[in-house]
């Protein structure tokens, strides 16, 4: 069994950074993919930066430059890095995750485990 709790949300003023963290209580093992999404009230869930079980990043054109996922050696924890932040970065940010030798993609349907989202407030 595979629970995801996101930590670390918060408001902060344009140009700020923050760090999420999601933690992972069942077996990183069995996990293949973990990524980060988010979702603006009234906008569909976006897909921003997915790390592999082989550490291979991959980033949205919105967030490439800014973010930064990682994770720790265990799988337990990862991570997503948030530099100049941006008004338009407000959203309720979701970490996932997949499990089994498939392909990870951006896209909420290839994901198995969700968390319950930690907010972000940026103010301008």
């Known amino acids: 069994h595979v629970q995801l709790v996101e930590s670390g949300g918060d408001s902060v003023q344009s140009g700020g950074s923050l760090t999420l963290t999601c933690v992972n209580s069942?077996?990183?093992?069995?996990?293949?993919?973990m990524a980060w999404f988010r979702q603006a009230p009234g906008k569909e869930r976006e897909g921003l930066a997915r790390?592999?079980?082989?550490?291979?990043?991959l980033y949205a054109n919105s967030v490439k430059g800014r973010f930064t996922i990682s994770r720790d050696k265990d799988k337990k924890f990862h991570y997503l890095q948030m530099s100049d932040l941006k008004p338009e970065d407000s959203a309720m940010y979701f970490c996932?995750?997949?499990?089994?030798?498939?392909?990870?993609?951006?896209?909420?349907?290839?994901?198995?485990?969700w968390g319950q989202g930690t907010q972000v407030t940026v103010s301008s």
């Open positions: 996932a995750a997949l499990s089994g030798p498939r392909a990870c993609y951006l896209e909420t349907k290839y994901f198995d485990y």
């Open positions: 069942g077996d990183p093992v069995r996990l293949n993919c």
């Open positions: 790390i592999t079980r082989d550490g291979l990043e």
